[in-house]
């Protein structure tokens, strides 16, 4: 009769002890599902303009370009998301830097060795193209155009659609090549040469 009278009293505190843990699988399941959720949205949002790195060498001197890389996502880019005649970090969050391993000109213009930011000024016919001194800065709110290094004038021409924005550094001659942006529809060619 003892054993009977103990028999439910031992259940009842098996059952109690089993359901007042907070650690339980089924917990930690919800806990890392919710964790990885949020980390996919984190990525998500990282991803939509990612950190990009293009070199090559023009001549003896290695150019280098970082930037961020935004995608036209059924947006209207030029005049809209990117407007016309205001400065534009030709990317998207910090400025976009070019750096240079030695002295170049950049459409006939001397350009010392060092880096810079690369700005531009998007115009419905043609672009102006900005080196200035200021390269680490998010967006262009610390744009000072008394640290510009040398500004050009390029004409925009028609691209096969380019979903997401890509420099790159295309060598023509021994000494000489073009920088190039390509976004949507639409192109920009800075001519770079180099003393030998």
């Known amino acids: 009769m003892k054993l009977l009278n103990v028999l439910p009293v031992l259940f009842f505190l098996l059952f109690t002890s ?7 699988p089924a917990d ?4 890392s599902q919710t964790e990885m959720s949020e980390a996919d949205t984190t990525d998500e949002q990282e991803v939509l303009s990612p950190p990009r790195e293009v ?7 290695e150019i280098t370009i970082d930037y961020s890389a935004p995608s036209v996502r059924e947006r209207v880019i030029w005049g809209e998301l990117v407007p016309y005649n205001e400065i534009w970090v ?9 750096e240079f391993e030695n002295d170049v000109l950049v459409d006939g213009n001397q ?10 000024i998007p115009g419905e016919e043609d672009w102006t193209v900005i080196l200035n001194e200021n390269w680490d800065q998010h967006q262009a709110g610390e744009y000072d155009e008394a640290l510009d290094v040398t ?31 390509v976004w949507e529809e639409l ?7 180099v003393n030998r």
């Open 151 to 181: 500004r050009i004038t390029v004409v925009p021409s028609e691209s096969e659609f380019t979903e997401q924005l890509a420099y790159s550094v295309v060598p023509q001659t021994d000494n000489s090549g073009v920088i190039e942006l």
């Open 187 to 193: 192109k920009i060619s800075v001519p770079v040469s």
């Open 18 to 24: 089993c359901s007042s843990g907070s650690d339980s």
């Open 90 to 98: 030709s990317g998207a969050h910090m400025a976009t830097s070019i």
């Open 111 to 120: 350009v010392p060795a060092g880096k810079y930011a690369f700005f531009t």
């Open 55 to 61: 070199s090559a060498e023009i001549g003896n001197t």
């Open 28 to 31: 930690e399941d919800m806990q």
